[in-house]
């Protein structure tokens, strides 16, 4: 857990740096206890910095949902020239633990975004930027399948429901782990893909 002042926080601009500290606090304390006091006394600034960027906390709230496409647009990590079933495992796998893998960092960022979705329910503006941001990893992934079947790699299969297949299934084995006594329904999901691969999509090995 980054207190204020350490190290953690100088690797972002200051916008970053609000938001960061807001996935930390909403992680560990919930919607009922995030205030932009509190985020403020995370990053070690004071509240009325947060107040420029941030009108209230929903303003807030909807923001870190802009934050999070921008940071898995960023940190996802695929490289053009990886295979396609490269490609595929870097997006399940990032789904599945977030940014910094099993570290710390990825279990409170989806921690925070777990916390986010039950009021997405009840509040259309942030309803849509899940969307968005849904929209946006099914297109990726599909588009990866696509190059994929493309190249002889994945047998044909429609890419659009194989990608909402797999998205949906690392969806729920992550929100199993951060809601339930259990912590293993990521890794056996994972798992599973991995065997059934060869039956979905044509291929037989998890990348390494």
């Known amino acids: 857990?980054?207190?204020?002042?350490?190290?953690?926080?100088?690797?972002?601009?200051?916008?970053?740096m609000i938001m960061e500290a807001t996935v930390w606090?909403?992680?560990?304390?919930?919607?009922?206890?995030?205030?932009?006091?509190?985020?403020?006394?995370?990053?070690?600034?004071?509240?009325?910095?947060?107040?420029?960027?941030?009108?209230?906390?929903?303003?807030?709230?909807?923001?870190?949902l802009d934050h999070v496409l921008e940071g898995t647009k960023r940190l996802?990590?695929?490289?053009?020239?990886?295979?396609?079933?490269e490609k595929l495992w870097t997006v399940l796998e990032f789904q599945a633990y977030g940014p910094g893998g099993v570290a710390e960092h990825g279990r409170h960022y989806h921690i925070a975004?777990?916390?986010?979705?039950?009021?997405?329910?009840?509040?259309?503006?942030?309803?849509?930027?899940?969307t968005r941001n849904h929209t946006y990893l099914v297109d990726l992934t599909a588009e990866i399948i696509a190059e994929g079947i493309e190249d002889g790699t994945f047998r044909s299969i429609d890419p659009e429901k194989a990608a909402v297949f797999l998205l949906a299934a690392i969806d729920g084995a992550r929100n199993q782990d951060l809601s339930l006594d259990t912590d293993s329904?990521?890794?056996?999901?994972?798992?599973?893909?991995a065997w059934f691969e060869s039956e979905l999509l044509g291929v037989s090995d998890r990348p390494n």
């Open 113 to 130: 975004i777990h916390q986010l979705q039950a009021l997405a329910v009840h509040d259309p503006k942030l309803r849509k930027r899940f």
């Open 25 to 64: 606090v909403l992680a560990e304390e919930g919607y009922q206890g995030l205030t932009l006091r509190k985020v403020a006394e995370r990053a070690g600034k004071n509240r009325g910095l947060v107040h420029y960027y941030f009108d209230s906390k929903d303003d807030l709230l909807r923001s870190l």
């Open 185 to 193: 329904a990521r890794d056996t999901t994972l798992e599973t893909i």
């Open 76 to 85: 996802m990590g695929i490289d053009d020239e990886d295979a396609p079933s």
């Open 1 to 16: 857990m980054p207190d204020p002042g350490d190290e953690f926080w100088d690797q972002f601009d200051t916008h970053e």
